[in-house]
C-alpha cells in the first residue's frame, strides 16, 4: 500500500461558514456532515474536514490548481473583495506571483488560516 494523505482537520469557529468558505473559493460542494465535522472533498479524495473549536491556530493550506481553476478561484477572490497576496508573509497585496513558471497567491480565511492557491510546483 502506499502512503497518501486521506484528510486533515481545520479548526473553525463556525464549521459551516468556513467550509462554505473555501468551497466557494475553490468551487467545491460542502460534503454532508460526518459526525463532527463538515467535509470539504478535494479531487484527490484528500477531505478537509471541518471541525468548530472555541480557539483557532492558523495553520496553512496550498492547494494546487489548474490554470482553468486558478482563473476561476481568482474571479471569486476579485468580486468578494478579499484581499490576495503574493506571498505568504502578506507583504505584497494585490500581485500575483510567478513561481516555477506558474500563477499563485495567498489569502486569509475567515479563521485567519493562510490559504493559497499556485499553478505549479517544483
Known amino acids: 500500500m502506499s502512503v497518501e494523505l486521506n484528510h486533515t482537520i481545520v479548526g473553525a469557529r463556525d464549521k459551516h461558514a468556513s467550509a462554505r468558505f473555501l ?3 475553490l468551487g467545491r460542494e460542502v460534503g ?3 459526525g463532527p465535522f463538515t467535509p470539504v472533498v478535494l479531487d484527490n479524495a484528500v477531505t478537509l474536514d471541518y471541525l ?7 495553520q496553512h493550506y496550498a492547494f494546487l490548481v ?14 468578494s ?3 490576495y497576496w503574493a506571498d505568504p508573509g502578506h507583504r505584497a497585496p494585490g500581485e500575483l506571483n ?4 506558474g500563477r ?16 505549479r510546483t517544483p
Do not use: C, K
Not at 468548530?52 to 492558523?58: A, N
Open 98 to 101: 510567478h513561481r516555477w513558471g
Open 32 to 34: 454532508e456532515p460526518f
Open 81 to 83: 473583495g478579499l484581499t
Open 66 to 79: 489548474g490554470d482553468e481553476e486558478f482563473d476561476a478561484a481568482f474571479a471569486r477572490i476579485q468580486a
Open 52 to 58: 468548530t473549536l472555541t480557539e483557532v491556530r492558523p
Open 23 to 25: 468551497a466557494g473559493i
Open 104 to 119: 499563485g497567491l495567498y489569502f486569509s480565511d475567515p479563521d485567519g488560516h493562510n490559504m493559497e492557491i499556485l499553478t
